[in-house]
């Protein structure tokens, strides 16, 4: 697994609760099966999130020997996933089960634990109301770090899901990575958004299908193009396919924009029967741009008869979108999704970049010299933000400077800097 996040990993014999603790900690029905890049196993892993930003990698390392029975010597396996656990984890729970009391086996994976310096903490799982603590006596000697939990009466899980929190948080080396990286996918109903999605999520495709007609409030999913992670923020539309309802109106326009606020890039999907961009579409694409956010226009359903040239005449009349990135892919058939991916890759590629003073100045006077209004003089500029990129220029009179000059300024420096896809900010302010 490429390391993003700090790892925290489940180790236990077979049955103690493994899964239902992951399931628990994520607040998820069912565990995601994944493969792990670089291993042939199956592992479940997801990323455990503490808030919008904060989150840790969590495995779930019982995947490969829970179809086997007790009399098979699963063992070896046991052992070798606890050793694997140890080279990479920050953080290891060690779950055990309440019910059945110490197991000869929990005691030799603590022997293991132990002699590595590595962090673990004892999770005795499965203490239900009549668990007696004298019952529990003999896990108290493995270690004085244990947690009581109860994942059929989500006992205890909170206040694991606390502590892990504050243990990553303090960890020197990891530190908590934020993914601000936040995408959001907008369209008309049926162009393809959740096909996209999945599409997108690749083997998490499990998930949103298992929650499809539930109501849930703003959903986060991520997925990485190379090792960038990247959020999709507020998919629960997508999600909610029992709700047919027409996304482009007046209550789901207000929810488009509380996302648009959200994101750096909005994906906006159409597929490849496009002959007019609606009103709506229109409405929602201007404010995408008005907040200055990234927009990559996505043509989707490209596998089939679909109309190029009236797509591509549409998108000539469109002039004030001519700067944005168009992608045309198939997402049913993950045809041409790479590119997608390429292109929302360059897009942050260029929205982290910080300019240098001399390369914004030294564009700003370039362009000043092809602009037939030769009276124009801009003292000095320099770059303010990044996300939206903006730029703020130092002249006499700003209050003088037209919208022509300022969008050509704005223009150049897209052009110079090669911002893809994204909406540049220029300010003016007065300097004598
Ligand atoms: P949403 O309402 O925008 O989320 O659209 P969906 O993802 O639910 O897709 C609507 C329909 O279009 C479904 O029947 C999909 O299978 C189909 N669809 C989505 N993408 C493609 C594609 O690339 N090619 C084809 N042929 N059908 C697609």
New binding site residues.
Partial sequence: MEKVAPIVSLVGRPNVGKSSLFNALLKKKQSLVSKVAGTTRDRHYDNLFFDDENFCHLIDTGGFFASENSNTPFYKELFAEVEKALEESDLILFVVDATVGLHPIDKEIVNLLRKKEKEFWLVINKVDHHSKENELFEFFSLTDKYFLTSTAHTKGIESLKDNIFHFIKELPHAGLPKIENSIAIL?K???????LLNALLGEKRAIVSDVAGTTLGPIEETFYIDQECYKIVDTAG?RRKSKVEDELEELSFNAALKTIEKVDLVLF?FDGFLEEISSHEKRLLDTILEQGKSLILCF??M??DVNKEKIEQELERASWLHFTEKVFF????DNNLDSLKKTIKRVFKYLYQTVPINKVNTCIEDALLHYPQKSIKIKYSLQIKKKPPTFLCFCKKPELLDNNIKAYISNSLRKVLRYPSTPIRVFFREKA
């Fill in positions: 369209g109903p049926n162009v393809g958004k959740s096909t997508l999907i989707n359903k596998d089939l198939s997402a049913k058939y």
